[in-house]
């Protein structure tokens, strides 16, 4: 266990090193920290937290960097989560507030919020589409041969797909498709249009069948596209100087590119209100480098997805959990 002198170089040394990129020597620490112990005090105390795997020495400089235990350490036991300040507040109350028509316009501005505050990426996930409750179908003919569906969940979120027909429909067709899909499927979830759902219509319906099916088709199609991923400030990484290494740069630009590996890394390990994932914490290779704090985004109690942010190790944890915390809360009505 570290004594509260070991814990303050530490966390001096990791602010700095998140402040400046830049390894830390004990000389800055006396000089720009008002650490109340000597340099050489200091020098031997970075020493053995070096000797404990809480700092790192890079080979061409007498400084120390923060190690992935080191950066742990400081985000279970030394952070200020309280880092934010009045004009921040003010700004994500200003983005917020705005009138929304859609969920998902809610789950953009609060992405870009977050984006722009932080100057990190941010990803938003979707929910696991499959448990949305079916709240109402609705069927609307745009033109003797063009059919609009729009499914509300429960969670107000809003699918709309539309279908082309190579022969006319009457609106008597329609009218008795919205009788019966809502008949069937209304407060069950998406996981029920299915095969057998889509056999039990077509069995009670069998003189609609050319119009039956390219529905469900269209509207299996809009589900699998509830789980967006929408991202924001990708290119943003790259002004910080961990990225002008290649294999970095590869590593996080491979990870954005295959959704996938983005739903697994957002979607998995999410204990906490706040999750810190760093460096080789994470189990996928390409983010040894990187690290990724994540919150469930939800609107009261319903859950809207994930919301994360990527960005180097030396992330400055504070800023982004204090940031996360106070979005999470203003979400949930709790400020």
Not at 25 to 36: F, I, R, T, W
Not at 62 to 82: C, H, M, Q, T, W
Not at 125 to 153: C, H, Q, W, Y
Not at 292 to 321: A, C, E, L, Q, W
């Amino acid at each position: 266990m570290l004594d509260d002198r070991k814990k303050q170089v530490l966390q001096s040394v990791i602010e700095e090193y998140i402040n400046t990129a830049e390894p830390v020597s004990s000389a800055v620490l006396v000089e720009k920290y008002g650490l109340d112990y000597s340099s050489a005090t200091i020098r031997n105390d970075m020493a053995e937290l070096e000797h404990e795997g809480y700092l790192e020495k890079p080979h061409t400089s007498a400084g120390r960097i923060p190690s992935v235990k080191g950066y742990r350490f400081y985000v279970d036991e030394l952070l200020n989560d309280e880092n934010i300040s009045l004009e921040e507040i003010q700004y994500i109350r200003e983005n917020l507030q705005t009138k929304v028509n859609e969920i998902e316009d809610l789950t953009k501005i609060t992405t870009n919020t977050i984006s722009e505050m932080t100057h990190y990426t941010t990803v938003a996930i979707g929910p696991d589409s499959s448990t949305n409750i079916i709240k109402d179908i609705k069927f609307i003919l745009l033109g003797e041969r063009l059919l609009m569906a729009v499914i509300l969940t429960e969670n107000g979120a809003v699918k709309e797909t539309i279908i082309k027909y190579d022969e006319d429909v009457s609106q008597n067709q329609i009218n008795d498709l919205n009788l019966t899909f809502n008949n069937k499927l209304r407060g069950k979830p998406f996981e029920k249009i299915d095969k057998p759902m889509e056999e039990y219509i077509l069995s009670t319906m069998k003189d609609q069948a050319k119009v039956i099916k390219p529905i469900i088709q269209q509207m299996n199609r809009a589900i699998e596209d509830t789980n967006k991923i929408y991202l924001e400030g990708a290119s943003k990484v790259f002004d910080f100087p961990e990225f002008k290494k290649i294999d970095t740069a590869k590593n996080f630009l491979s990870i954005l590119d295959t959704k996938e590996e983005m739903l697994e890394i957002f979607n998995s390990g999410l204990a906490k209100d706040i999750n810190v994932f760093i460096g080789d914490e994470n189990e996928n290779e390409d983010l040894k480098d990187l690290s990724i704090i994540t919150f469930k985004h939800k609107v009261g109690n319903k859950d809207m997805g994930t919301i994360g942010i990527i960005g180097p190790k030396r992330m400055n944890y504070s800023k982004v959990i204090s940031i996360m915390k106070y979005i999470s809360k203003r979400l949930n009505g709790e400020e």
